[in-house]
């Protein structure tokens, strides 16, 4: 399994940008589909963005199309979301998660390695 860890989050007005970026362990990083999560308070996690093993395939949520991009670095060991035009919605904790597969899931389930999270706050 594949440890990894977020970083990035923090509190922005409405309208601003954060990065946010995932860091791995272990040598088997490049084999993962690595998504993003999103959490609202007490709501459950949602997909927000995937990316496959090389970077070459990518597919979102509708809610977050043309305000976020995910990408990744495989020599940095690091997939980022680039997060735009942010609205009070956006606001709780995000997850990376991987899963060693060429398919990149958009479910919970789908992934078996997660991170601790970064919160997130849009003020309005």
């Known amino acids: 399994q594949v440890q990894l860890v977020e970083s990035g989050g923090g509190l922005v007005q409405a309208g601003g940008s954060l990065r946010l970026s995932c860091t791995g362990s272990?040598?088997?990083?490049?084999?993962?589909?690595i998504a993003w999560f999103h959490q609202a308070p007490g709501k459950e996690r949602e997909f927000v963005a995937g990316v496959n093993w090389n970077g070459g395939s990518t597919n979102y949520a509708d809610s977050v199309k043309g305000r976020l991009t995910i990408s990744r670095d495989n020599a940095k060991i690091t997939v980022y979301l680039q997060m735009n035009s942010l609205k009070a919605e956006d606001t709780g904790v995000y997850y990376c998660a991987g899963q060693e597969t060429l398919r990149v899931g958009r479910t919970p389930a789908d992934f078996g390695s997660w991170g601790q999270g970064t919160q997130v706050t849009v003020s309005s």
């Open positions: 272990g040598r088997t990083f490049t084999n993962y589909a």
